[in-house]
């Protein structure tokens, strides 16, 4: 659900549309080719013309001869503002992802998801990959957090990325499987020290390491200081990879499908 000021402005997507309304998602497609259901110029669903149209609809079939039960209708009515409003408190405590954003990239081939984080002095930056069959991925989600790492701020902004569920169209969902956070520059301890917090999840610091036949993956060494796990990379040969899958004539093997940006998240 899109919070705006303005509640003209204010947009959902159609299967929580559908959910509110309780029918199918295919018949607000439906509804949306006979423009009784209204989008934005972004493609979301605006709630308070599409309503107003759909019970004009109602209406009309009902004085066309439909019996129309009112106390019927004023409950449903009651009910999707009830839906509205906890979709509205959620998408504010952070606890919901924006699912019409969701609903555009997750698709029936995603099997698994993994993030990774580049670390900054003033920043993170992450993306969520969703991974198929073969090697297949999909962007799912790709952002910036701003916000220093030595503020536990920035990292309590990550949780709540990587924490939640990433929904497909049905209501299934699934959450992030593992995690890769780059230690190194001048934010390894903070890094060690997250991951040390995290290991339960499987978020595990890795570092790359350069040179001629070295593999991708090079090997899961133990941190010094902190005695966590580090995964060491290979980042000659995984840039060898990537350029070879470019190349590659195989579409769906090692087939990639860019994320959708979400903006940057203040800390």
Not at 94 to 107: C, K, N, P, Q
Not at 129 to 139: D, I, L, P, Q
Not at 225 to 254: E, H, P, W, Y
């Amino acid at each position: 659900m899109k919070i705006t000021s303005n509640l003209k402005t204010l947009t959902t997507t159609q299967t929580e549309m559908a959910r509110a309304l309780g029918m199918s998602q295919q018949r607000v497609s439906q509804l949306l080719k006979e423009e009784v259901m209204v989008t934005d110029s972004d493609g979301a669903l605006l709630i308070l013309e599409s309503l107003k149209n759909f019970y004009k609809l109602r209406a009309g079939a009902a004085s066309a001869g439909d019996e129309l039960d009112y106390m019927q209708e004023k409950a449903q009515h009651e009910r999707i503002k009830r839906e509205i409003s906890e979709i509205q408190l959620a998408k504010l405590q952070g606890s919901v992802y924006d699912a019409r954003i969701v609903e555009l990239v997750m698709t029936d081939g995603v099997l698994l998801l993994t993030a990774s984080v580049d670390v900054q002095g003033n920043r993170l930056e992450y993306e969520i990959c969703g991974w198929g069959m073969a090697e297949e991925s999909w962007g799912i989600r790709k952002g910036i957090i701003l916000g220093k790492p030595n503020q536990p701020k920035t990292w309590e902004m990550l949780d709540d990325v990587i924490d939640r569920t990433y929904s497909f169209t049905d209501g299934t969902g699934l959450k992030v499987t593992r995690t890769f956070i780059d230690s190194g520059g001048l934010n390894t301890a903070q890094v060690y020290d997250y991951c040390r917090r995290n290991a339960a999840k499987q978020r595990f610091a890795i570092k790359g390491q350069g040179g001629t036949g070295i593999p991708l993956l090079h090997k899961i060494g133990r941190a010094k200081v902190s005695g966590i796990a580090l995964v060491m990379l290979g980042v000659d040969d995984g840039k060898q990879q990537v350029m070879n899958r470019l190349a590659s004539s195989r579409t769906r093997c090692f087939g990639r499908h860019g994320p959708m940006p979400t903006g940057t998240a203040l800390s």
